[in-house]
């Protein structure tokens, strides 16, 4: 068993539940944890054995691309397409994502939401 992580990835995207936060933007960062078993590939040192993580990061950036109004739906949909993908090879997935300076009324680095299967 092994996790792969990809951290911090940085994305500025249109999601939120107030219409300019769909017109205007914000940044947004995504972090992500799969728990697969990486023996084949720690043995062969081959990519075909492996949880391609650079497959998992285009996936991400696809559904960052699409416009939703709720982090938690966002999240969802993420962990749907990485399933999707790699959902054979998956024993414990985390996708947390981070808006940053929400427009909320006060001074904060961000909201989050994280979600596991």
Same mark, same amino acid.
């Given at each position: 068993? #092994?996790?792969? =992580? &990809?951290?911090?990835?940085?994305?500025?995207?249109?999601? #939120?539940?107030?219409? +300019? *936060?769909? &017109?205007?933007?914000?940044?947004?960062?995504?972090? /992500? +944890? &799969?728990?697969?078993?990486?023996?084949?590939?720690?043995?062969? %040192? !081959?990519?075909? %054995?492996? /949880? !391609?993580?650079?497959?998992?990061? *285009?996936?991400?950036?696809?559904?960052?691309?699409?416009?939703?109004? /709720?982090? +938690?739906? /966002?999240? !969802?949909? &993420?962990? %749907?397409?990485?399933? @999707?993908?790699? $959902?054979?090879?998956? =024993? *414990?997935?985390?996708? *947390?994502? =981070?808006?940053?300076?929400?427009?909320? #009324? $006060?001074?904060? %680095?961000?909201? @989050?939401?994280?979600?596991? =299967?």
């Amino acid at each position: 068993m #092994g996790i792969i =992580r &990809i951290k911090d990835m940085a994305f500025y995207a249109y999601h #939120g539940h107030f219409a +300019e *936060e769909q &017109i205007v933007g914000n940044n947004f960062v995504v972090n /992500l +944890e &799969i728990h697969t078993d990486t023996s084949a590939a720690a043995k062969s %040192d !081959n990519l075909g %054995d492996a /949880l !391609n993580y650079v497959e998992a990061y *285009e996936i991400i950036k696809e559904q960052m691309e699409i416009k939703s109004a /709720l982090l +938690e739906h /966002l999240v !969802n949909r &993420i962990l %749907d397409a990485l399933y @999707s993908k790699f $959902g054979d090879v998956i =024993r *414990e997935i985390t996708v *947390e994502v =981070r808006k940053m300076n929400p427009p909320v #009324g $006060g001074k904060m %680095d961000c909201v @989050s939401v994280e979600m596991t =299967r």
